[in-house]
């Protein structure tokens, strides 16, 4: 029988990845953004800036700020590459989403499940580093490699999984090769959410692992926060009745607020979370779940799993992560279920 010995879930924004110097960067591609999600409502940047005035933002991303934050996000990803190493699992399922990368409005799967026997990355060109967003490629080393690589996958307990989640009546997606339809300059790699794993906390040495996809961004079928639950839920017994003798971590990648950070909505979801109240996690208006807060679904079926399966939760860190005085950013998240 397979047993679920781990869970973790991590933020994977540029941020982390991107000299604190060199932020603002990425805040140029916020202040082209003309919806800028907030509390339920999408801004202009500038209209976002008078809003969160009296927060006096500005004084969360001076740059020693930006330094102090930096070198915390690096120490807690330190602390959950320890722990997956000390820990090592035979398999990893990684739940994340994909932002047009592979998939696109040609077909969006609301859940797909990937069941081949190794995925590909590769560095980006010139060419396609110069198509980024402002300030994205800075961070590309972080979630795609310095040559072509291959990872193994776990094509036996992916078939299992998928067997059993269409018997509990989710009809997810699946693919045996990742799809090549995605943003140009993401053609041929593999999205960010799961390279940011396979290379941040597994260190591009990774064990076989599953690639578990949400669509939590882009309508008109994004899964709602229950559905991500039950999923979670569903997905636990299906690993749960693999008749692998088998040692499973299951990791998710995202999140937390962002693009615009929300310390409030943060640290009500990390409370939950903490306390296994999965009511509570699931409690957020569909509204505050879009954009970039949509990502929290992709920690909804972690810990779910990780509470069903009696791991106790440790924050590792929570550092939100200012570039503008509007408050845009990334408020990032470090947890692991041992």
Known sequence: MAKIVLGMATSHGPLLSTPPEQWGERAKADRANPALWFR???YKYDALETLRAGEKLDQKFE???????YARCRRALGALAATFGTVNPDVVVIVGNDQQEVFCDKNMPAFS?????EVANRPPTDAEMAKMPPGSSLATFAHRPEKPTRYPCAPTLARHIIAK????????GTSKTLPDDGLEYARGALPHAFGFVLRQIMKDKPVPHIPIMINTFYPPNQPTAQRCLRFGQALKQAIDSSPENIRVAVIASGGLSHF???EDLDQKF????????TKGMTSMPETHLQSGNSEFKNWIPVGAIARDAGLRMDLVDYVPCYRSSAGTGNAMGFVRWT
């Open 40 to 42: 339920g409502q999408p």
């Open 63 to 69: 740059l020693p700020e930006r330094q102090q934050r």
């Open 113 to 117: 499940i990937y069941f081949g026997e």
């Open 165 to 172: 989640m269409i018997e509990q009546e989710f009809d997810v």
């Open 260 to 262: 615009v950070v929300d």
């Open 270 to 277: 990390l409370h939950c979370l903490e306390q296994g109240d």
